[in-house]
């Protein structure tokens, strides 16, 4: 199906408002509507009228191939029947929730390669001079949190009577725009790739953005409360320090980067808000240790992340053959079916595919999210040899999240389509051999332009040699 320009413009836009939205929705939801539940949670799925429209936008547009929709439109009936099953195997199982599980897993993860063909190497850098832009003021909202009482109005959860997560020491896990701390974490840890990126090739973004967006993810560090934050940020700069053993300048840039946000670091040990922070998140950290049982750090870390996948193991021999019911272990299954929000099945993402799922479903499509994530670590790896660093860096913000990140709370599922979106787009920019502008042109019309001149190319040879194109 060939291009339609105009309709493509439109696609672009769409999947801008949906980052907008990803960013702001959380700020909606607890500030202005968290009194109305009738509003706020119902909101939590703000971004699915999005989806649906960049999907009926794209089909128009011409951007989807017979692959993709034929992929779509077996996953659709293949999740439809797995849900209508576990409606008739499980008694008190609730048709909402299993919409809930299907919109999880199917409605949002095609816009991954809606944002591969939409988006050129202009658009990245635009999505990345916005991150860079609202880093500064995100940091300076959660210094304010952190310091906030919990119950305060900065503090709000999504609904009314709810705080935030806890740290130590009285502090709160700061959310910035979002419902909870992990936006927070996806959100910093985007900047501090295109922090990176912007060093490697800064002509899209001016210095004191660059400067400004550095001192924002040195502070929120501390502030944030997480140590998965923390270790991600450390993966992220041991993915550019591998990828700079393959090109020099991202090594330069990522030696200098560690070099300049130590410096930073150093001198806000100076101010007083920071010392408190380091305070609370080295208690935090101390806490998590002590709380196992030998008080060691692989326990509290490293078998934090591999216990998830040897308890999927485990979920195996325990799940029904249908499954409990995609869209159960949800904070909207579990909040509909018990009437509290809660795990209802399991906390790690592994299990709980496999308990919604059951065996055989569950590792289909953990094996086919694998698959992807391979996929997408070998091409940024060739593109990377090759001088295109974004995919690579991208792909370092989320390296463990995409093979285990929640897809069932709606900021993290957001944040982990939005980025493997931008990553394939990088990946498919580099492959069309598009050039890094110096300053983003009016959207990706001249790689429309160039593809319809290679259709003309193809379908009409003759007048191509008569026209000359």
Known sequence: MPLKPRRLRSVRRWIFAYFFLLLFEGALRKWVFAGVPLISLPFSVARDPIAVIIWILAWRAGVLSNNLRRASWLGL???SVLGTLQIFANSGLNFWIVLYGLRTYWL???LVFIMAEVLGQDDLQQIGRWLLALAGPMAALMVAQFFAPPDSFLNRGMLEGVGQIGSALGRIRPAGTFSY????GNFNLLVAAFLIYSSVNGRWVSPWMRWTAAVAVVVTLPISGSRGFVLTVAELLAFALIGGNFNGRLLRVTLGTIAVGGAIFFLLTFSGFFQEGLETFTTRWDQAIASTTTGSFSEAIVMRFFGEF????RALGEAPIFGHGIGLGS????ALTFGSLGFALAEGEWPRTVLEMGP???????????ALGFYLLGRSWVFLRRGRVLAWLLFGTECTTFFNGSLAQPTSLGFLIFTTGLCLAAIKSAERGESIPARAPNGPIRRIELRAIREVRRRYPAAVVESGI
């Open 181 to 184: 701390n992990t936006g927070t």
């Open 310 to 313: 040897l308890d999927a193991f």
């Open 360 to 370: 055989i479903a569950g590792a289909v499509w953990l094996g086919l999210r694998c």
């Open 77 to 79: 009936g293949a999740f």
């Open 331 to 334: 904070n909207f299954g579990s």
């Open 108 to 110: 949002h993860v095609p």
